[in-house]
């Protein structure tokens, strides 16, 4: 049987070794948003509406940390180019679905993302909702149709990505969770379980199908998932951080949300600077994990480094 012919969009960066981690974001961002634009249905497709809405959010910016930590993590094991900038666009597609259904009126009710106007203050909320579904589903229709690894691998990525957008300590769990918390006292244990399951699980998983696809082994894939689980908490941590130090027009987004609705946080919990040292050493420990496998890992260092340092 004839392969099926692939047409890969050129890539924007041929040289990423020697790039600062600033520069390897904007050309991971690049490539990812080549792929993006291949992957989602033209703006003009019927019902063109919905596919507007979904191009609207998916193309606001963002750091593209997700996509980025699909890369680079393939990148340590090899992974091959047409099956690891999909994974990565469907990865960005779910956590891109998760933004817009966490601004609804229902949920965290915000009126700015990434800078713009929220994806329902311009399609109205019944639209957001489907484009909200309609990326989750799209980036089950791309990781389908992945090509250059074996089925059994591709198999093996869309049950992990499944799970980490699931109920089970993950996205939809952790959002649960966090709801459910709201204005009540929590401790430092069932706040780490919420967003172990809210931000963390999705971050987990970036590192984990970047891993599989490059054919890591059960060892490395340990100690990449726990360089993961450190960094995506300390991602949280910082997070909270930036909410209670920035300004809306740094972060994109609607800044002192977390004290305005009581939600508990871990500057709530710790104070500033105790988070901040906290955020620091989730970020030691997640380099330790991955400096213990032996591979070429500066690129996750700097990313690590970036989770904590970012100014958004
Ligand atoms: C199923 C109705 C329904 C809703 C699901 C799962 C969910 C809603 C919401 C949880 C998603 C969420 C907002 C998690 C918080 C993680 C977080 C801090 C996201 C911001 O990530 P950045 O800073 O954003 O990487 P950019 O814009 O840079 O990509």
């Known amino acids: 049987m004839k392969a099926k012919e692939i047409c890969l969009p050129e890539s924007p960066t041929t040289n990423t070794t020697s790039v600062t981690i600033t520069e390897?974001?904007?050309?991971?961002?690049?490539?990812?948003?080549?792929?993006?634009?291949?992957?989602?249905?033209?703006?003009?497709?019927?019902?063109?509406?919905?596919?507007?809405?979904?191009?609207?959010?998916?193309?606001?910016?963002?750091?593209?940390?997700?996509?980025?930590?699909?890369?680079?993590?393939?990148?340590?094991?090899?992974?091959?180019?047409?099956?690891?900038?999909?994974?990565?666009?469907?990865?960005?597609?779910?956590?891109?679905?998760?933004?817009?259904?966490?601004d609804l009126p229902a949920m965290d009710n915000d009126d700015l993302r990434r800078g713009r106007p929220t994806n329902h203050k311009v399609f109205g909320e019944a639209m957001a909702v489907l484009a909200g579904d309609a990326l989750l589903t799209q980036a089950f229709i791309t990781l389908a149709n992945l090509e250059g690894v074996s089925a059994e691998t591709k198999v093996c990525v869309i049950a992990e990505v499944a799970e980490a957008a699931g109920t089970v300590k993950a996205l939809i769990g952790g959002q649960v969770l966090d709801i459910q918390n709201e204005g009540q006292a929590i401790s430092a244990e069932g706040l780490d379980a919420i967003h172990r399951a809210k931000t963390g699980a999705l971050i987990r998983c970036c590192v984990r199908v970047g891993a599989i696809l490059g054919g890591a082994s059960d060892g490395d894939l340990q100690a990449f998932t726990t360089y993961a689980e450190k960094a995506g908490l300390a991602f949280q941590v910082a997070d909270d951080v930036l909410d209670a130090t920035a300004t809306s027009e740094e972060l994109g987004k609607t800044a002192g949300k977390d004290e305005a609705s009581q939600k508990a946080t871990y500057v709530a919990l710790y104070g500033i600077e105790s988070a901040r040292q906290r955020a620091a050493q989730l970020c030691q420990e997640a380099i330790a994990a991955v400096q213990e496998t032996g591979h070429l890992t500066s690129r996750l260092e700097d990313i690590a480094r970036f989770i904590i340092e970012r100014k958004n």
């Open 24 to 102: 390897y974001f904007k050309q991971q961002s690049a490539r990812t948003e080549q792929w993006l634009d291949r992957l989602l249905p033209a703006a003009t497709e019927a019902p063109a509406t919905i596919h507007e809405a979904m191009r609207y959010s998916i193309f606001a910016g963002g750091k593209r940390l997700r996509p980025t930590l699909v890369i680079a993590t393939g990148e340590v094991f090899g992974a091959p180019e047409q099956a690891l900038l999909p994974t990565a666009c469907a990865l960005e597609m779910i956590h891109t679905y998760s933004l817009i259904h966490d």
